[in-house]
């Protein structure tokens, strides 16, 4: 780690001693959110009309996707004609940090999707008993295609989303040379499921392109002295179902390396989702994040439950 980092770190301990209220709760706006998503489904007296799996899991922003990329397909399993719910909690843990997520979805007839995510990034040994808060608010809107019962054509389903991304605790994000501490991701994303295609499995491909800024998926901020702009960065997912309520896959995210004081490595994970029932999910997963702050090499466990409707 550079000299320069070092004294960064030190100064924001100063800064960060005393977390503040948003970081030990989440923010009412994020509890009103998931219990609506919860409670408002309860009532109803079925699930929702769309194939088990066809919502995905949820993406650690809070998209319907994988556990690192945002995906095509629209959260929860309402149709055209009906409203789809998923709440989720994620944690994450390379044992020197840890990421909680929790937040849940809307899926408006299986058209658009809005989304929220409070993240939680706890700093660990860097700086002891400080951490720091991100809100995620997305949009997605299906444009074209259906990945499932597009089958006797070509084209996958493809939509367009957004994430517009609020740090709230921008001390040690601002030490680092980060320019903002709000940003907007804008993406396309292109899901295909294929029936029977591998050995007669059902196999899920999906491609996404997204323009941003954020370093560490926002955590320290957005921009840098290195680079302040949106910067297009890839990102994919591949899964098969070795049977309908358990898949396998790997994804693969490319990130920006907008700051000097620490270089940001691009991250991979291998998961395992299972879906013992359409109102909920479990997913666990090995992820490559790389370099973190002021450590090299990070590898985490991940831990994912949804509940949709």
Not at 3 to 15: D, E, F, M
Not at 30 to 50: D, E, M, Y
Not at 146 to 166: C, F
Not at 184 to 212: E, S
Request: charged share 20%.
């Amino acid at each position: 780690m550079r000299l320069g980092s070092t004294v960064l770190i030190g100064n924001a301990r100063s800064n960060l001693r005393n977390p503040s209220r948003h970081q030990r709760v989440f923010p009412p706006g994020a509890w009103l959110f998931l219990v609506c998503t919860l409670a408002i489904p309860s009532a109803a007296h079925a699930v929702g009309g769309r194939l088990l799996a066809t919502g995905g899991v949820t993406q650690l922003e809070g998209a319907a996707g994988g556990g690192l990329v945002p995906w095509a397909l629209i959260a929860g399993y309402g149709t055209r004609d009906e409203i789809g719910f998923t709440g989720f909690a994620t944690w994450v843990d390379t044992g020197a940090f840890s990421l909680r997520s929790a937040g849940g979805a809307l899926g408006i007839q299986d058209r658009l999707e809005l989304s929220f995510a409070n993240q939680r990034f706890d700093l660990g040994s860097t700086v002891p008993g400080a951490s720091i808060a991100q809100n995620v608010l997305g949009a997605k809107l299906r444009l074209f295609g259906d990945a499932v019962y597009d089958q006797d054509r070509a084209w996958p389903q493809v939509s367009i989303g957004l994430q517009y991304k609020r740090n709230l605790d921008f001390a040690v994000p601002r030490l680092l040379g980060a320019r903002a501490d709000e940003g907007v991701d804008l993406y396309l994303a292109a899901t295909k499921l294929y029936l029977a295609g591998l050995f007669g499995r059902n196999v899920l491909l999906n491609a996404t392109v997204r323009a941003t800024r954020a370093n560490q998926f926002g955590i320290l901020g957005f921009g840098g002295d290195r680079h302040a702009g949106h910067r297009p960065q890839f990102e994919g997912s591949a899964a098969v179902f070795l049977r309908d309520d358990l898949a396998l896959g790997v994804e693969g995210r490319t990130r920006p390396d907008n700051l000097r004081a620490f270089e940001e490595n691009d991250t991979f994970d291998v998961f395992a989702a299972w879906l013992p029932h359409k109102r909920c999910a479990v997913t666990v997963a090995y992820v490559h994040l790389g370099r973190i702050a002021d450590r090299t090499r990070q590898d985490a466990l991940y831990l994912s439950g949804q509940i949709s409707f």
